[in-house]
């Protein structure tokens, strides 16, 4: 059983930056391939990111490219996303899961075994 726990979201103005953590407990994360999702209301779950196990191969969403970056350090068990250049529509409730093997990034909900609870990320002037 691997438990996650999301922090960093807040309120930030149009164009600000935010890091979110993803700390990890239960096991290690070394085996895991690690995903960002957003959900705003009214919306369905969405992929933003993904990172493969070694941290070899990442994914980002079309609308977060060149703004995004996703990262993970195994030896503090922990994955990140660095969010830069805030817009409104990236206003939404971010989870982190993770994936067992992981040899390949994916953004596809069913494939993943653990969930945080969410850290909400609100971009308003």
């Known amino acids: 059983q691997v438990q996650l726990v999301e922090s960093g979201g807040g309120l930030v103005q149009p164009g600000g930056s935010l890091r979110l953590s993803c700390a990890a407990s239960?096991?290690?994360?070394?085996?895991?391939?690690i995903g960002w999702f957003r959900q705003a209301p009214g919306k369905e779950r969405e992929g933003v990111s993904c990172?493969?196990?070694?941290?070899?191969?990442?994914y980002y969403v079309d609308s977060v490219k060149g703004r995004f970056t996703i990262s993970r350090d195994n030896a503090k068990n922990t994955a990140y996303l660095q969010m830069n250049s805030l817009k409104p529509e990236d206003t939404a409730n971010y989870y982190c899961?993770?994936?067992?093997?992981?040899?390949?990034?994916?953004?596809?909900?069913?494939?993943?075994?653990?969930w945080g609870q969410g850290t909400q990320v609100t971009v308003s002037s």
């Open positions: 899961a993770v994936r067992r093997g992981g040899y390949y990034c994916s953004t596809y909900t069913y494939q993943y075994n653990y």
């Open positions: 239960g096991s290690t994360l070394d085996d895991f391939a």
């Open positions: 990172i493969n196990r070694r941290g070899e191969t990442t």
